[in-house]
């Protein structure tokens, strides 16, 4: 009955386009016109703090919940569960039966996803084994940790080679050795051709991994494109420590900088870092240290979402 | 179409998998034997002090002076033979019309009456549901040899004869209440099962997963078709059991049991045919409403006065036991949810095949009117994203001005 998942030609389109996407529960909006383009083969980051309506953005694009407005094409697919088999999805709430063997909850997701059950299986063990928890392919859901469990419903997710990726909210839960070891997953499978979107409420992730971001705010895109564009919307930052408190140099800091740690932090001036140089010599500064950084995510998400946004996107990550 | 069958083939694997080899099956097979078993203590107990008098008896239409004749060479039986295992007769006085009289003897229940024994005197003659060479007529002839003192005993003529019409009508309107209890029973036993595996699903959290890889009415026709197939595999263990403990307890076994007017094989088809349709519809009502719930508590809420509604419903049904044509039966096979059970009395009373095949259809095209709107409702009501806190009270926890300010001179390269 089950047909082994063929690979299919590769769309030379975006894996995933939106168009404004709306979405209306009762009345609140979710989701609010929201636009943007995937192409495929990126690692694609969508940033936005808990109840920005990037976990039912992601549901709309995966078909799982019909948009109120708006429309969406996924590998090609006007309807996107006719591209189910091409799809890997590991939702925010992460679920497996607890009294299901690790392998065979592995091969569930892939029987869903259309691979015969015996195939399915063969690939669970040799995920498993990849992954050192071949001694756990025979144990209930149950008696696995958190981090493991985890683990296995990303195999799951992957195990039938997705074309494209959709993890909402991976990172959560996980401690830091098993976060990296996902962010090598995710390395990984972009580097077998895979199409990656992930949400989090963690830029640094995002920094990390991605080469395109859309920031969500409030239903809305605030950006959408790369991560280094979103980077050159800010000036790059300056931060100078002097001997001197003050003298004639003064004059070349711009008003609104501010102290951190007994250092002057500024944006670069338009002019370049030639004549701010000169002009701290000349004017006598005595410099100390002295540092052109270039922004981060995290400062252009500032930026772009507000920093209303990003103070709930700070707090959320403490909790 | 086939991406539905398939997503619901692969459900229902699962399903049927992790319900049939879990421990707690073995529990839901034996969940019957324990009323059965009750039932066989109390019965016994009830069975031996009724015995006496509920065990058929040869009615004997004779003269006082024939009949004591008679008595006193079965007593002389029961000397050599356990009396229990001896013949009862009864005596009741000749009326003009014999034929008619020996209708009426066989259609007597209390005492219940095998078979009518006359012209004792003369040519004896036997009429009942006995067979010639049977013990009942065998004892008849030792006991009629012994009155006969010294003559020669005439022969017993026999004449085999089924129920009569009265009491046919009768066990065929039991049969039909007997099926519609058990369907009934069953149903409510089985979709309060599939509601509470619902919810447990959706504690799981593995509906979003399932709701991303196939059409979610996948899910609701892979679940309603596992506990189809677990209970069917009850269903058989059950009736092999039942029919264990008949023939066990019975001679003849399932062959003594008063026959339907559709004949043991089509009855217990239609009857299994029945079971199915009516678990289905009950099943994805409940499931419609588990998918609704999101705690246990609420179904528990929600499902008490779906539960009274079944019984409701039961009780309407039961309308078309002993007059499967009047209009409340007619109306209880044609409402959906009764229809089922209405027609199981049917099948028991009725001959005709065609109703049968109509409702069947009509029960299907319900099942998957059902499982469409529950299918929706469900991927209305449920799949529904959103802050997991409502927005006044997270509008509420946002901190102004907290930013942790996150630099970095070289950061790494996409994909690197």
């Given at each position: 009955m089950l047909q082994q998942v063929q690979p299919k030609p590769v769309t030379t389109g975006p894996a995933v386009e939106a168009a404004k996407l709306v979405k209306d529960f009762g009345a609140t909006r979710a989701v609010d016109g929201v636009s943007l383009t995937v192409p495929t083969g990126t690692i694609y980051g969508v940033l936005g703090p808990n109840g920005a309506g990037k976990t039912t953005l992601l549901r709309m694009l995966l078909g799982i919940i019909e948009p109120s407005l708006g429309s969406r094409r996924v590998l090609g697919h006007e309807r996107p569960l006719d591209a189910a088999q091409e799809i890997g999805y590991l939702p925010e709430e992460r679920g497996l039966y607890?009294?299901?063997?690790a392998r065979e909850a592995i091969a569930f997701m892939g029987a869903l996803r259309g691979l015969p059950l015996r195939e399915a299986r063969r690939r669970a063990d040799a995920l498993l084994a990849d992954h050192g928890l071949a001694d756990w392919a025979k144990k209930p859901i149950r008696n696995l940790s958190k981090g493991m469990a985890q683990t296995v419903q990303l195999l799951g997710t992957i195990i039938h080679k997705p074309r494209l990726i959709v993890l909402d909210e991976p990172f959560s839960g996980l401690d830091a050795i098993n976060q990296a070891r996902l962010e090598e997953l995710i390395r990984g499978e972009a580097r077998n051709g895979a199409t990656i979107i992930f949400s989090t409420h963690v830029i640094a992730h995002a920094e990390r991994l991605c080469e395109r971001v859309a920031i969500i705010a409030k239903g809305k895109v605030a950006f959408d494109g790369r991560v280094d564009d979103a980077r050159a919307r800010l000036r790059p930052i300056v931060r100078l420590r002097t001997?001197?408190?003050?003298?004639?140099?003064?004059?070349?800091?711009?008003?609104d900088a501010r102290t951190e740690d007994d250092h002057l932090v500024f944006e670069l001036p338009t002019s370049g870092p030639e004549p701010l140089l000169k002009a701290l010599i000349d004017g006598g500064a005595g410099i100390e240290a002295l540092a052109i950084e270039r922004p981060g995510l995290h400062d252009a998400f500032v930026a772009i979402a507000g920093e209303a946004a990003a103070a709930a996107m700070a707090e959320e990550k403490l909790q | 179409m086939t991406k539905l069958l398939r997503g619901a083939f692969v459900i229902g694997r699962r399903d049927f998998s992790a319900t049939v080899l879990s421990k707690t099956f073995l529990f839901f097979l034996l969940g019957p034997l324990f009323p059965l078993l009750f039932g066989a203590i109390f019965g016994g107990i009830g069975a031996s002090v009724a015995n006496s008098r509920e065990r058929p008896v040869v009615a004997v239409v004779a003269s006082p002076a024939d009949f004591a004749r008679l008595a006193a060479a079965r007593e002389r039986l029961t000397a050599a033979v356990d009396p229990d295992r001896v013949v009862r007769l009864a005596r009741f006085d000749a009326e003009p019309d014999l034929a008619a009289q020996q209708k009426r003897l066989l259609a007597t229940r209390d005492p219940p009456v095998q078979a009518v024994l006359s012209n004792v005197a003369g040519q004896p003659q036997l009429v009942g549901s006995v067979r010639p060479e049977g013990t009942t007529a065998g004892q008849l002839r030792l006991i009629l040899a012994d009155s006969a003192a010294g003559r020669e005993p005439l022969p017993l003529g026999v004449t085999r004869t089924q129920s009569s019409s009265g009491s046919l009508t009768r066990d065929r309107a039991a049969t039909g209440q007997i099926g519609q209890m058990i369907l009934f029973f069953l149903t409510l036993l089985l979709s309060t099962m599939l509601l509470s595996q619902m919810v447990e699903e959706k504690s799981n959290k593995i509906i979003e997963v399932v709701a991303a890889a196939v059409p979610i009415e996948s899910l609701f026709v892979g679940k309603l078709f596992a506990m189809a197939a677990a209970s069917l595999l009850g269903l058989i263990v059950w009736s092999a059991a039942g029919a264990g403990v008949i023939a066990s307890l019975k001679a003849g076994g399932l062959a003594t049991l008063p026959q339907p007017a559709t004949g043991w094989p089509t009855f217990l088809a239609l009857t299994a045919t029945y079971f199915a349709m009516n678990y289905l519809l009950f099943g994805a009502v409940f499931l419609t409403i588990g998918a609704q719930a999101s705690t246990v508590r609420e179904v528990q809420t929600l499902s008490m006065p779906v539960t009274f509604g079944q019984i409701l419903i039961f009780a309407f049904a039961a309308t078309?036991?002993?007059?499967?044509?009047s209009g409340t039966a007619l109306a209880a096979e044609a409402f959906p949810l009764s229809s089922p059970l209405a027609m199981v009395a049917r099948a028991a009373q009725q001959p005709e095949i065609l109703p049968h095949l109509a409702a069947i259809a009509w029960q299907i095209l319900w099942i998957a009117v059902i499982l469409r709107l529950g299918a929706a409702l469900f991927r209305k009501t449920v799949l529904k994203s959103g802050p997991r806190l409502k927005w006044w009270r997270r509008a509420a926890k946002v901190v102004p001005m907290r930013i942790e300010t996150r630099t970095t001179t070289e950061p790494l390269a996409p994909g690197s």
């Open positions: 607890p009294a299901m063997h001997r001197e408190a003050d003298g004639p140099w003064r004059s070349v800091i711009p008003a | 078309a036991v002993g007059s499967p044509n």
